[in-house]
């Protein structure tokens, strides 16, 4: 089959794979030399082939096993599905997506995801608002990797949805990632009473700086929650201007280590002036300065 399938990519010969090998009423094997190939092969002859493969032998099938009361018939299903998931799946993907195993779970979202559909991404963002470790991460990952569209309704999630979960999942997706257009919604965020909130908030304005940014994370250097200081110290590191040097140098006197950490770090980050200063402190600061100081100079 896979010399077959390769014969076929090679001399554009999509309609003879899908019309005469005898190999692709194996639906099982059929489906694990598609997933085999897409690991390797990414160009447009493949998509076209993979995509009338899965149409023609898979679909059928797995249309009927995505009811399946057997969770290895719904992963068939759910594979199969995801070679070339369309609006036309839409309604199967979205109830595949609520299934009770994650591998089934997982391989919906994905598939909603690349289809670019709206419902799917709204409630791919819910799961991942009900989610912690590895799932949350994983359903984080997958939006990211989704298209400039997709990512637009991220950031419509996070304008409008007034659900705190739902919110801050839009806002861990928003901070790791260069965003354009400006996001006003986040002068509300980083007064939250929710910490979470406020540390995402601030995370986000961190990869996103502009002129202002550095106020607001001189604003919530000392801010209560910890995790919310050490984002904004980290922030910094963007702007190389005299108040900004003069609050770290404070925090590197008289903070608690970590905190004094992160400002030894920011300051290394931001060239000569910076490390002047730790420099500076290393001479004349006390022994477990010292100690820091060096430290981050030499190793971090």
Same mark, same amino acid.
């Given at each position: ?87 036309? $799946? $839409? ?135 910890? $995790?919310?200081?050490? $984002? ?69």
């Amino acid at each position: 089959m896979i010399a077959y399938l390769m014969h076929c990519i090679e001399h554009d010969m999509v309609s003879d794979a899908i019309m005469q090998y005898r190999g692709c009423r194996s639906l099982r094997r059929l489906l694990s030399v598609l997933e085999d190939f897409d690991k390797k092969l990414k160009g447009e002859e493949w998509l076209v082939l993979r995509a009338a493969l899965a149409r023609r032998y898979l679909f059928p099938k797995a249309k009927q096993l995505a009811y399946s009361i057997r969770w290895m018939q719904r992963n068939f299903a759910v594979r199969s599905l995801a070679m070339d998931p369309s609006e036309q $799946e $839409e309604k199967i993907l979205l109830k595949l997506l609520e299934d009770p195993v994650f591998l089934i779970q997982s391989k919906a979202a994905v598939a909603l995801i690349e289809s670019e559909s709206y419902l799917g991404v709204i409630k791919v963002i819910s799961k991942m608002s009900e989610s912690g470790g590895y799932r949350r991460c994983f359903y984080r990952d997958a939006l990211l990797r989704g298209s400039l569209r997709v990512f637009a309704w991220v950031i419509r999630v996070a304008m409008t949805d007034k659900d705190p979960k739902i919110h801050l999942a839009a806002l861990e997706i928003l901070s790791t990632r260069v965003i354009m257009d400006p996001l006003f919604f986040l002068q509300s965020d980083v007064i939250s009473p929710d910490p979470a909130v406020r540390t995402m908030a601030i995370r986000t304005y961190a990869t996103n700086p502009h002129y202002a940014s550095a106020d607001i994370f001189l604003e919530h250097i000392h801010d209560l929650e910890k $995790e919310v200081r050490m $984002e904004a110290i980290a922030g910094l590191y963007h702007f190389r201007e005299p108040k900004v040097f003069a609050a770290l140098k404070e925090l590197l006197i008289g903070s608690e280590p970590q905190i004094a950490f992160i400002a030894a770090k920011t300051l290394k980050k931001m060239g000569e002036q910076g490390v002047d200063l730790l420099r500076e402190r290393e001479l004349n600061g006390n022994q477990e300065s010292r100690l820091l100081t060096q430290y981050v100079l030499q190793f971090d």
